[in-house]
């Protein structure tokens, strides 16, 4: 069992100008590995699981599934077995479960293999309602009967799991690999229609069919399942971090910077680079590089944000505040949440001017910010804060910076290796030391 997080009071100090210039090596894709990490409970054999991100998500799924009894064995800090043979509850009322928006992948993997689970239901960052209801629905299409009870927890539960067609009203990441664990061990076959086509969705499958599943068509909306009687041991590398990618991407752009993402899928990145591009910047692929060069000035744009392969969601924090720093107008509309525009206030502190009017932040581009002390309202907009304070002149404190921690594995340390001037620090003493180091 990983050591529960101390959830000590702790910020980024970061003192702003110096531009980001070097390599860094992307980890592993956390949504992908909030699926897999689930998954793997699936079968009664060792699975190992290679280039799991070392952060505070993964190591809630891996102490619930250990909470259940599945063997968790820590090979490295990005390598764990996973045994489920050992699985002696279908019952996650993990406190911590609480805190992650995936740990409804539980019910999905627990349903799937033993026809039954109880887990709390999903927490995770507010960016706006986030029922689960296309969950539910397609668990009921399986034949199970689902029921909400008292201090919300979800119960599933079936005699058995038969394969049926499903249409997602609208395109959920979460819904189509949740509804890929319930059904790859259902008898008969499933089609998921109106998939969500990420990434992380391939990975997910990719997995599964390693462990013996047989699933069709991932990444394009139209997904088949043919049910199996098993599923067996498998190791698997997840793949990397499409958004973690860009948001040093991002990091580039917005200081003026010179910086190559590694081990990346450029293909993968495909529209975070088209934008840059669109903003001035300098755009190099390799292999299994991006090389971003910033611009003197970055020049405004307009940003819609889709389900794959359109702009993610998970990017639009970050380059918001990099279109703050433009010259010109831009307009950012966020087409996937109801609620994601909580840092501009935040920004606002540190001179940016956005305006928000519904799903739609209209930003008026400035010279400069100033450092300044905000808060990180969630995990992607925190990191996006970062980036602001990493421009700005002066310096910044980011509280709150556990938001960040959830999905990005040694922020500042990838940072500082970067030549940035970036801290984690738990009082003033230490704040304080940092300013006469740095200023
Ligand atoms: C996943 O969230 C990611 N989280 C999110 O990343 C990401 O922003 C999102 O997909 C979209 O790409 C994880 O993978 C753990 P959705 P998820 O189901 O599955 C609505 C991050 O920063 N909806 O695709 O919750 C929902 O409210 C996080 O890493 C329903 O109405 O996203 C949203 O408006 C933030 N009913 C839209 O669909 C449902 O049953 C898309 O949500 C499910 C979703």
Request: with cysteine; aromatic share 6%; charged share 20%.
């Given at each position: 069992m990983k050591s529960e997080e101390t959830e000590t009071v702790e910020e980024y100090i970061v003192k702003g100008g110096t531009p980001l210039k070097g390599e860094v090596r992307i980890s592993g894709a956390k949504n992908a590995a909030l699926g897999i990490l689930a998954g793997a409970i699936m079968a009664d054999e060792p699975v190992t699981v290679e280039n799991v991100p070392d952060v505070r998500d993964t190591h809630v799924i891996l102490n619930a599934i250990e909470g259940v009894g599945a063997g968790v064995k820590e090979v490295d800090k990005n390598t764990y077995i996973i045994n489920g043979k050992s699985i002696h509850s279908i019952d996650i009322q993990?406190?911590?479960?609480?805190?992650?928006?995936?740990?409804?992948?539980?019910?999905?993997?627990?349903?799937?293999?033993?026809?039954?689970?109880?887990?709390?239901?999903?927490?995770?960052?507010?960016?706006?309602?986030?029922?689960?209801?296309?969950?539910?629905?397609?668990?009921?299409?399986?034949?199970?009967?689902?029921?909400?009870?008292?201090?919300?927890?979800?119960?599933?539960?079936?005699?058995?799991?038969?394969?049926?067609?499903?249409?997602?009203?609208?395109?959920?990441?979460?819904?189509?690999?949740?509804?890929?664990?319930?059904?790859?061990?259902?008898?008969?076959?499933?089609?998921?229609?109106?998939?969500?086509?990420?990434?992380?969705?391939?990975?997910?499958?990719?997995?599964?069919?390693?462990?013996?599943?047989?699933?069709?068509?991932?990444?394009?909306?139209?997904?088949?399942?043919?049910?199996?009687?098993?599923?067996?041991?498998?190791?698997?590398?997840?793949?990397?971090?499409?958004?973690?990618?860009?948001?040093?991407?991002?990091?580039?752009?917005?200081?003026?910077?010179?910086?190559?993402?590694?081990?990346?899928?450029?293909?993968?990145?495909?529209?975070?680079?088209?934008?840059?591009?669109?903003?001035?910047?300098?755009?190099?692929?390799?292999?299994?590089?991006?090389?971003?060069?910033?611009?003197?000035?970055?020049?405004?744009?307009?940003?819609?944000?889709?389900?794959?392969?359109?702009?993610?969601?998970?990017?639009?924090?970050?380059?918001?505040?990099?279109?703050?720093?433009?010259?010109?107008?831009?307009?950012?509309?966020?087409?996937?949440?109801d609620n994601r525009f909580r840092y501009i206030d935040e920004l606002a502190r540190m001179g940016g001017h956005g305006k928000v009017e519904g799903n739609t932040v209209y930003i008026d581009g400035v010279e400069k910010f100033s450092g300044a002390q905000v808060a990180a309202p969630d995990l992607r907009a925190g990191a996006a804060l970062v980036l602001a304070a990493l421009a700005a002149e002066g310096f910044s404190e980011i509280e709150d910076i556990i938001y960040i921690q959830r999905g990005y594995e040694d922020f500042d340390g990838k940072l500082r290796s970067l030549g940035a001037s970036i801290q984690i620090v738990s009082d003033d003493r230490e704040a304080q030391k940092f300013r006469l180091k740095t200023g």
């Open positions: 993990y406190e911590q479960v609480k805190k992650i928006r995936a740990s409804y992948y539980l019910i999905g993997a627990l349903l799937g293999k033993y026809h039954e689970a109880k887990v709390a239901l999903p927490g995770g960052c507010d960016i706006g309602s986030r029922p689960i209801d296309m969950h539910i629905k397609g668990f009921k299409a399986l034949g199970a009967e689902v029921d909400i009870m008292a201090g919300g927890v979800v119960w599933a539960r079936a005699e058995k799991l038969t394969g049926a067609n499903i249409y997602f009203d609208m395109v959920s990441v979460g819904a189509t690999i949740n509804l890929m664990l319930a059904a790859c061990m259902a008898e008969g076959d499933t089609i998921l229609e109106n998939a969500a086509k990420e990434p992380h969705i391939v990975d997910v499958a990719n997995f599964l069919n390693a462990m013996g599943a047989s699933i069709k068509g991932a990444g394009t909306d139209v997904i088949r399942i043919k049910g199996v009687e098993k599923l067996h041991s498998a190791t698997y590398s997840i793949i990397p971090d499409q958004i973690e990618a860009g948001t040093f991407m991002v990091g580039a752009a917005i200081t003026g910077g010179d910086v190559t993402v590694c081990d990346v899928i450029p293909k993968h990145l495909e529209s975070i680079s088209a934008k840059l591009m669109e903003m001035g910047c300098t755009i190099e692929e390799g292999d299994d590089t991006v090389r971003v060069i910033g611009a003197k000035r970055l020049t405004s744009t307009n940003i819609k944000t889709l389900p794959y392969p359109g702009f993610p969601t998970d990017m639009q924090p970050q380059i918001a505040v990099a279109l703050a720093l433009a010259k010109g107008t831009s307009m950012v509309t966020e087409s996937v949440f």
